[in-house]
């Protein structure tokens, strides 16, 4: 997911005119993906946005109920659309992988998990009692084995890859039964030392499921995409919101399988959210796709500094005593999710153009690349 927006790893069929002309096989990157990945980063913060608010004792009790029912969609999601484009590197060698894939997960989560952190720290929201200095020091030379912040979406992709290269000879339904069973288990409630370690078992069979069920995906998307589509979408977000609601509201969360039916139900109600929205055209003051196509085809920036960008603002707020009542701060995690992503995107669009690309990728003489 958190690839170089150049990346032709979105490839599908030939575009009609001039590329389809010069070369009947030249691949065009899909929307609908990059739709996808827009939504789930989205969703992601304003997910975070809202717990830290709630956290500082604002009431925002409306979203995080949203927030709450949106939890089976938005990781089911984001991981299966990153399986769908893990193939190729399924396939290489060991080498190849950890400089081409490895490398760059690597290279950002040991740069940005001490910004994380010591942000934390600094603004008064460390989930540590009597956190300090040592405290920082501590977690951060146990960071790549047990990850302490929102980070852990990297983490645990770098994990997927090694998983999905390691069973590679292993037929893929069996791949798919025993990640299943692991992800029923880890949903209903495992609770370990590090959220990577759990999101790592929880979410194994979506990136599994996107790599080997790719082809089942597109038709669906194909499907939602023409005609009367929009009742396949309809179809898919109902049955996602009844599994979810039920699995809720009769308390089945915590048995094994029950709440992993609601996150696979969750995946096909993404992917038909993410066709229409890639399917809305640009006007004066609608861009095209609501904007989710371009955000994902930019969602790292967004990811690493979003955390620290909402804790920022909050301490602002706070520390000049500025309070917002109900029902008003209903809509502060709202207005801290736009601004989250605006500095996010402000930042990846500068960082190349100041000589600052090792931000968000590691320098090319390190992985080798050509200039």
């Known amino acids: 997911m958190f690839t170089p927006s150049g990346s032709p790893r979105h490839a599908g069929a030939a575009a009609r005119g001039r590329d ?8 065009v990157r899909l929307a609908w993906p990059d739709a996808a990945r827009g939504l789930a980063i989205s969703l992601v913060v304003l997910y975070h946005a809202t717990n830290w608010t709630a956290s500082t004792g604002y009431d925002v009790s409306v979203l995080r109920e949203v ?20 193939a190729k590197w399924v396939t290489v060698p060991w080498s190849r992988l950890a400089r081409g894939k490895l490398l760059f997960f690597a290279w950002v989560f040991v740069l940005w998990e001490p910004i994380s952190l010591v942000v934390r720290l600094l603004t008064g929201y460390y989930q540590v009692a009597d956190a300090d200095w040592g405290t920082v020091a501590h977690h951060l030379a146990w960071s790549l084995l047990v990850p302490r912040s929102e980070l852990w979406f990297i983490w ?30 880890a949903l209903a409630g495992w609770e370990p030392e ?4 759990r999101g790592t078992a929880q979410f194994v069979v979506f990136f599994l499921g996107g790599l080997h069920l790719r082809p089942l995906l597109e038709r669906f998307a194909e499907r939602v ?26 308390g089945f969360s915590d048995v094994p399988g029950l709440y992993l039916l609601a ?54 707020l706070y520390s000049n005593a500025i309070w917002i009542p109900a ?39 390190l992985s080798g690349a050509k200039p």
């Open 194 to 197: 590090s959220i990577a370690w």
């Open 20 to 27: 389809a002309v010069v070369d009947r096989h030249a691949p």
């Open 225 to 250: 995409a023409h005609g009367i589509g929009w009742l396949w979408a309809v179809g898919a977000v109902a049955v996602w919101l009844g599994i979810q609601v039920g699995v809720r509201q009769l």
């Open 327 to 365: 029902p008003q701060s209903q809509w502060l995690p709202v207005a801290l999710w736009a601004a989250a992503i605006a500095v996010g995107l402000g930042l990846g669009a500068l960082a190349p153009r100041i000589g600052a690309r090792w931000l968000f990728a590691p320098p090319r003489w």
């Open 67 to 86: 927030n709450e029912t949106l939890r089976s969609l938005r990781m089911p999601l984001f991981f299966a659309v990153s399986g769908m484009f893990a």
């Open 156 to 185: 645990t992709l770098a994990a997927f890859f090694v998983i999905a290269r390691a069973l590679r000879r292993v037929p893929a339904p069996i791949q798919l039964v025993l990640a299943a069973a692991v992800s029923a288990w």
């Open 263 to 316: 996150n696979i139900a969750g995946v096909p109600a993404g992917v038909a959210v993410s066709v229409l929205a890639s399917r809305v055209p640009g006007a004066r003051y609608l861009p095209r796709s609501l904007g989710l196509e371009w955000i994902g085809s930019r969602t790292l920036p967004v990811f690493v500094t979003h955390t620290s960008v909402v804790l920022g603002l909050l301490f602002l």
